[in-house]
């Protein structure tokens, strides 16, 4: 399959597709094919490097892609066997490394948005600048993973700002798999610049030194997160 109409065989896509495009490009076309039982479950998917050609794509776009493929529970991957199809309908929940989405969404809220209040209370100038720094890379940043990895920094920075040492525990625990959470809506949901805008306000409140604010902010951040989850879920 092609993700350019134009295109004939041996030749580059023209213009060549965005990084993030292209990782929702595969993501959607290895979807469809599950779903439709054109690859069957318990069928295997070709390799990275065959998908990469078949598609027009790097490898690395591939990976992400398969990842999302794994955290909608459509597919397995083991090591050194290959990618292989376990159902053909998208699963109650998202497998995110040893938690899954539901855990996230329960559990933020608790830790989250107090831990905002606090950081809009007790953040040094130091801290300040750190989350200054990120949420401007975040905004001119094209490549999704180094966006992801951004991302996760953000919420635990807010939780290090918060000077409680047990949200801050328990947010770098889960890093990875927020990480894990923020690629698949990124990929699926297109929630990169969303995401941005809501970073953006969680840092102005907390820049205006705003417990109550910070605590709005984050809340709706997280909640929007949450109705995008329940989107994909259900679909």
Request: some cysteine.
């Amino acid at each position: 399959m092609d993700l350019s109409d134009s295109r004939t065989a041996g030749q580059p896509a023209t213009p060549p597709l965005a990084r993030l495009s292209a990782a929702e490009a595969v993501f959607s076309a290895i979807r469809k094919d599950i779903e439709a039982g054109t690859i069957p479950v318990g069928g295997k998917l070709s390799a990275e490097a065959t998908l990469a050609q078949q598609y027009g794509v790097s490898r690395s776009v591939v990976r992400e892609a398969l990842r999302s493929c794994t955290a909608l529970g459509l597919t397995v991957t083991k090591t050194g066997k290959g990618t292989f199809v376990v159902a053909s309908t998208v699963a109650n929940d998202l497998t995110l490394g040893q938690y899954s989405a539901r855990d996230l969404t329960e559990a933020r809220p608790h830790i989250e948005v107090p831990a905002a209040g606090l950081a809009a209370e007790r953040r040094s100038e130091e801290e300040l600048d750190t989350l200054r720094s990120i949420v401007t890379a975040m905004a001119g940043e094209s490549d999704p993973e180094a966006w992801v990895a951004l991302d996760s920094s953000f919420h635990a920075a807010i939780a290090a700002a918060s000077g409680n040492k047990v949200f801050a525990s328990v947010v770098a625990d889960i890093r990875g798999a927020l990480a894990f959470q923020s690629e698949t809506l990124n990929i699926v949901a297109d929630r990169q610049r969303d995401s941005d805008k809501e970073h953006q306000e969680i840092l102005a409140a907390i820049e205006a030194g705003s417990a109550d604010a910070a605590r709005a902010a984050m809340a709706r951040h997280l909640d929007a997160v949450d109705r995008t989850l329940g989107t994909i879920l259900n679909k």
